[in-house]
Nanobody
Framework: QVQVAESGGGLVQAGGELRLSCTASGRSFGDYAMGWFRQAPGKGREFVAAISWSGGRTYTADSVKGRFTISRDNAKNTVYLQMNSLKPEDTAVYYC?????????????????WGQGTQVTVSS
């Protein structure tokens, strides 16, 4: 089983940028597709972006398309979420997750391992 841990959250002004990182340990990182989800206060967890095991395919939610980019470095066991042009509505706890399906998946139930989350706060 793989374990994942997020980092890089913080407080940023609207229009700013942050890069989240998620580092994996345990089983081979390359065996897993990876995803980012977020949960705002009082709301359910929602899909943000996903990337296949090789990095060859990605998928991004419409709400962040054109602003957020997911990427991975299998040599470093790390997946990234570059967030640009941040908006106050992007404020949430961001979670990294690993899926043994290896392909791009957007459904929460298809993910096997989750991190503890990292807080992103965007001020207006």
């Amino acid at each position: 089983q793989v374990q994942v841990a997020e980092s890089g959250g913080g407080l940023v002004q609207a229009g700013g940028e942050l890069r989240l990182s998620c580092t994996a340990s345990g089983r081979s990182f390359g065996d897993y597709a990876m995803g980012w989800f977020r949960q705002a206060p009082g709301k359910g967890r929602e899909f943000v972006a996903a990337i296949s095991w090789s990095g060859g395919r990605t998928y991004t939610a419409d709400s962040v398309k054109g602003r957020f980019t997911i990427s991975r470095d299998n040599a470093k066991n790390t997946v990234y979420l570059q967030m640009n042009s941040l908006k106050p509505e992007d404020t949430a706890v961001y979670y990294c997750a690993a899926s043994s399906w290896r392909i791009v998946v957007v459904t929460i139930s298809e993910y096997d391992a989750w991190g503890q989350g990292t807080q992103v706060t965007v001020s207006s």
